[in-house]
């Protein structure tokens, strides 16, 4: 039995081999309150419990140190997700902090269908849908700070703004409408709000520019 220490404070104590994590250990988060315990493989984890708060989070296999075959729980231990070889509902937590960062659909391991992220804060950051792990279709994304609406639209392989959608000010409303492409004001007409989110007039844009 070997142990790990980051600072003076143990983050990990368990079995070893050649170096690596091999065997049965568990993992602790700053606080020293226990964060995982599982079977290893070579650094893998392939079969554990993952804690909350020192409550039972997640039990199961993992892939890739992913969730894999399990279930998850609520802090009361009722089972409110499952996943069978990667697919279903889950959630996602940071690190050794274990804030929640994303909750939704899942398809083998991967964020597929509708999903929600948050920040560290706990603030909705995205709210939309997901093709292998990242955002793709229709979504709604909001400030990091308050969570108020920024954009509506569609997004294209992880990238905001593609086809049409709504551009929102944080403390005016609705900017614009329009098309996009890669984040940018695109092709065709568009419709511009005044500072204080009153429609303003009909514009053109070509390959990112107004032209009219």
């Not at 890739?64 to 697919?87: A, P, S, V």
Request: glycine share 16%; with cysteine; proline share 0%.
């Amino acid at each position: 039995m070997e142990k790990e220490y980051y600072d003076s404070k143990l983050l990990f104590e368990g079995e070893y081999l050649n170096g690596k994590r091999h065997g049965k250990g568990k993992e602790y988060y700053f606080d020293g309150k226990l964060s995982f315990e599982s079977e290893y493989l070579y650094d893998w984890k392939i079969k554990g419990k993952f804690y909350i708060n020192e409550k039972l989070e997640f039990e199961g296999e993992y892939l890739y140190n992913k969730k894999w075959n399990g279930k998850g729980y609520d802090e009361n231990g009722n089972i409110i997700y499952e996943l069978i070889n990667g697919n279903g509902k889950v959630k996602e937590y940071s690190g050794w902090r274990s804030r929640l960062i994303f909750e939704g659909e899942y398809l083998n391991g991967k964020r597929n269908g509708k999903g929600k992220e948050y920040t560290l804060k706990g603030i909705l950051k995205f709210k939309g849908a997901y093709l292998n792990g990242i955002r793709h279709g229709k979504g709604k994304e909001y400030y990091w700070e308050d969570g108020k609406l920024i954009f509506e639209g569609e997004y294209l392989n992880g990238k905001r703004w593609n086809g049409k959608g709504k551009e929102f000010h944080e403390n005016v409303g609705l900017l614009f409408e329009g098309e996009y492409l890669n984040g940018k004001r695109w092709n065709g007409k568009g419709k511009e709000f005044n500072e204080k989110g009153i429609y303003s007039f009909e514009c053109q844009y070509l390959n990112g520019k107004k032209i009219k």
